[in-house]
């Protein structure tokens, strides 16, 4: 069983950032695909990110530019900057890891952008 704990939600000003953090409880965490996800009010999950075991990083175009994934596989850590933050990046986010068609989720942290 993987757990999955995110930290670092909040709530900022447009154009403020913030990081996210995923912290795994597995010993295999390396071999792990990560991904972090936000669901925002009214609104399907989406992919924002996602980052390969050996740290090939891809995004959704609406983030692109704005956002970094990253991993410490020493650490059993994933994170997620995002800079120049804007009201509709506001929603919760979660981290997700798959390995072999099972996949695990954190609980999710609120992220809100707001004036």
């Known amino acids: 069983q993987v757990q999955l704990v995110e930290s670092g939600g909040g709530s900022v000003q447009p154009g403020g950032s913030l990081r996210l953090s995923c912290a795994a409880s597995?010993?295999?965490?390396?071999?792990?695909?990560m991904s972090w996800y936000r669901q925002a009010p009214g609104k399907q999950r989406e992919l924002v990110a996602a980052i390969s075991p050996s740290g090939t990083s891809n995004y959704a175009d609406s983030v692109k530019d704005r956002f970094t994934i990253s991993r410490d596989n020493a650490k059993n850590t994933m994170s997620l900057q995002m800079n120049s933050l804007k009201p509709e990046d506001t929603a919760v986010y979660y981290c997700k890891a798959s390995l072999i068609g099972r996949e695990y989720w954190g609980q999710g942290t609120q992220v809100t952008v707001s004036s």
């Open positions: 597995v010993f295999t965490f390396s071999r792990y695909f």
